[in-house]
């Protein structure tokens, strides 16, 4: 493994760290407003919004047409929800959970 991957590893986990931190709603919106621009908020929160009409058994062109995104995105995010990392799975999971308790 190269420098500069242990370096970009590195700083991966020392984010991941830092979002461990948060343990409101309160405490993330102020973190997330420092961290990435308008832009950056919006791209990540449709994404999100993506990712839960999926999970709801939306078809791709409905969700595309919803969210005023292309199909490609659509697709891509749903790659990712059904890929091997299962990040998106697990804080689905952990939601709906929460949500029963």
């Known amino acids: 493994m190269g420098a500069s991957r242990k370096n970009r590893d590195k700083r991966v986990e020392d984010f991941c760290r ?6 409101t ?10 961290l990435l621009s308008p832009q950056e908020r919006a791209v990540m ?14 078809p791709h062109r409905e969700i595309a047409v919803k969210l005023k995104c292309g ?19 697990l804080v689905l999971e952990r939601l709906k959970s929460s949500s029963e308790s």
């Open 18 to 23: 830092a979002l461990l931190q948060l343990k």
């Open 71 to 89: 199909t490609y995105t659509v697709t891509r995010v749903n790659r990712a929800l059904q890929g091997e990392d299962g990040g998106y799975r």
């Open 45 to 58: 929160a449709k994404r999100w919004a993506i990712v839960l009409a999926l999970n709801e058994g939306e």
């Open 25 to 34: 709603i309160e405490e993330c919106r102020p973190f997330l407003l420092d």
